[in-house]
């Protein structure tokens, strides 16, 4: 029972790393992935997250006192986190709309945008939405973009996409005509991008806001008053300006000229490093300066997949033992488990394990929650393959144990179970490898491994070609020795194993 | 009385397999089993160390007595095949070695387990049995290179390590090339010799005759005859007995 005790000593230490004090932190919830000019990696030094959101809490922070420290989800979990208390606010380009209101309460407006048009430069029919009649558009899923499309009394095809630089790299294939998205978006990925354009009017009226959770009311008021206070210096719209976001809607709101007084001086940084072709060295010496990154994102997924295979293997043996000696009972009971978990999808497992446990009362740890789900998946794949290896083991090897005087527990641990865990080697060895690229789900609960890291860094640089294919002999990387492994326990143990069983 | 067999009926897929069978067998005789294929030797056998479940009757075997699961409950029953099982030995028709484990660990795996010796002490015991069945030179191999009849005296070592009272062999010899017979047969005979109780279930019919203390015809799960081997093989009292023995002259 070594194992056990590695496994948990391993997952207290998880816990212990990811926990934390609250006081004189603001912590701070968004994700990276979204992009510039939102929050997104340095392109000069990828460690580092930076944009005007990073810049407006740094700036929040200080008015308050406190520290930033930064809590990478997905944007689709921002709300979800902040009620599971995994940050205090979420600030993440999040619209003010009386749905989310319901569930999280907003600070004042610290930007108001409006939906921008973009179509390729050689597309001359489409002047604005208007035009849009039979056409393919894209757009964000669950944006105020999304319901401006589909409240059109024309007929128009509307594709929702989860990546920004995905839809204008679609636009510019020519796999869809248009695209509807936040003028800060358009901004900063289609204005530069040389094969396309921004046409028509400002299309809609957005406000974003910082959300705080509903029972947190004395948060809320720290946040509009020093939001407040951040707009009367001229501290806001200083943030603004330098990422070129100034615009007339904001500067109306706050009786404010719409001129503004300082150079963009972010944007243009951004532009130049992000939207100029690196050569070919200078293109390795971007890869290489990834690689400390991609190996703190390899080091999570391992931590993950192996503790992960760790549980699924200790479920599924007790699965497996239940299923097969279980009274009539305890076998249903095990049958129940392999078929649930092997039933539903994992991702929705997750979903339930981290976002809806907290309802319950039940509010675990992204890294236990992630090795957890995983585990349990898992171990009903490994409860199957362990019961057809235990059924391979002849009966006659059962009574010649038993004939020794050997209790049940005996021999299973010295008869059954050894001989049954060679025959598992193959099918486990591929489960385990099928779990190390699954463990990317995870950051649909807020783990940053290597797949998270992968989708921020190609979407800050624009290369899911280069970077997909780094991440991708990471991961390969990482499960090789274990395919080793297996080969060679293989070799070794069957050695003993060729002789005829009845 | 090693063991005492009284009206044990046996039944498997709900067909009477050991119809009726008493028997009493005293400390150091040996027994040997003979009859067709099919007439229950082998399951009279397993129910002894209770591997089958006997459905009527009762079995003594020293001091702990196994009944029926309909009569002392299926707990009480497994308890006390479990306590008859760590005084009694048996040996398989097809060995049953371990085969994830050389001869060595075979033999030397019950008494640490469940004796609960030492390695050192298991280990002394071990080499004791293998110079005794002839197979020190096979120690740390794998029961799949050894010949058949290396198996079966290796398996018989792996019972004598748990130092039974009893030893039952169920067919030892049939799944032997016949030139290999004689080393199974003649390790049988030597512990004969040191006064080990033996139930033997055999085709072996030379060997029942100059060896066996009784012998017992067993046909349709019933006894036909019971009796030492001059008797049985020189002047058999049943029609039945004298019709299967025709086949071995």
Sequence with gaps: ?502 | MAISIRDVKCSLDSRPVVDGISLEVEPGDLVAVIGPSGCGKSTLLRCINGLETLSAGEIKVYDTKLEAPSKIGMAEFRHRAFAVRQIVGMVFQSFNLFPHLTVFQNIALGPEVVLGLSKDVAAVRTEQLLQKVGLIGKAHSYPDVLSGGQQQRAAIARALAMNPKLLLYDEPTSALDPTLVHEVLRVMKQLDEEGMTQIVVTHEMRFARDVADRVLFLEDGKIVEIGPPEQIFGSPQSERTRNYLRHFQ
């Design chain 1, 1 to 502: 029972m070594k194992i056990v005790k590695l496994f948990l000593y391993i997952l207290m230490g998880g816990l212990g790393q990811s926990g934390g004090a609250v006081e004189p932190e603001l912590r701070w919830g968004a994700d990276m992935e979204s992009g510039a000019p939102y929050a997104y990696r340095s392109p000069s030094d990828p460690s580092v997250t930076v944009g005007f959101e990073a810049e407006v809490v740094a700036a929040l922070a200080e008015e308050l006192g406190r520290e930033p420290k930064f809590f990478q989800n997905n944007w689709e979990g921002l709300v979800e986190g902040l009620r599971r208390k995994d940050y205090d606010i979420a600030i993440n380009g999040i619209e003010i709309t009386p749905d989310r209101e319901r569930v999280v309460r907003f600070s004042r407006p610290y930007y108001y945008t409006a939906q921008a048009l973009a179509v390729r430069k050689d597309h001359a029919t489409i002047m604005g939405l208007s035009d849009l009649k039979n056409k393919k558009v894209g757009t964000l899923g669950a944006t105020l973009a999304e319901r401006i499309l589909r409240q059109q009394a024309f007929a128009l095809e509307v594709v929702t996409y989860g990546e920004e630089v995905n839809l204008y790299g679609d636009l510019a294939l020519g796999r869809i005509d248009a695209v509807l998205l936040d003028a800060p978006i358009a901004l900063y990925y289609a204005a530069p991008n040389p094969q396309l354009k921004i046409v028509g009017p400002p299309i809609g009226e957005m406000r974003y806001g910082i959300i705080t959770r509903l029972d947190d009311e004395e948060l809320a008021i720290d946040v509009d008053q020093a939001l407040g206070r951040l707009i009367a210096s001229g501290k806001l719209r200083q943030i603004l300006e330098r990422w070129n976001l100034w615009n007339a809607l904001t500067a109306q709101a706050w009786n404010l000229p719409v001129t503004p007084l300082d150079p963009p001086t972010a944007y243009e940084e951004y532009i130049k490093t992000a939207w100029t072709k690196p050569g070919l060295s200078a293109r390795l010496q971007q890869y290489v300066g990834f690689l400390p990154l991609l190996a703190q994102g390899a080091w999570m997924t391992l931590k993950i997949s192996i503790l992960s295979m760790l549980l699924a293997m200790l479920t599924g043996i007790l699965i497996a033992l239940g299923r097969v000696y279980g009274n009539g009972v305890l076998s249903a009971g095990c049958l129940a488990f392999v078929e649930v978990f092997r039933g539903t999808p994992l991702l929705i497992q997750l979903f339930l394990i981290f976002y809806g446990l907290p309802h319950l009362g039940v509010r675990l740890d992204p890294f236990f929650a992630a090795v957890l789900g995983l585990g349990l998946n898992y171990g009903a794949c490994e409860a199957e393959n362990y019961r057809a290896g235990i059924l391979a083991v002849a009966r006659s090897q059962t009574d010649a144990a038993l004939a020794l005087g050997m209790n049940w527990r005996q021999t299973q641990r010295h008869v059954v179970l050894p001989q049954a865990f060679r025959l598992v080697i193959p099918p486990m060895t591929n489960d385990f490898i099928a779990l190390l690229k699954d463990s990317s789900l995870v950051s649909v609960i807020s783990m940053v491994e290597l797949t998270t890291i992968y989708g921020q860094l190609a979407s800050t640089h624009f290369d899911y070609l280069g970077i997909g294919l780094l991440t991708a002999a990471m991961y390969f990387l990482i499960g090789l020795p274990f395919v080793r492994l297996s080969r060679y326990l293989e070799r070794r143990l069957n050695t003993s194993l060729q002789s005829v069983r009845r």
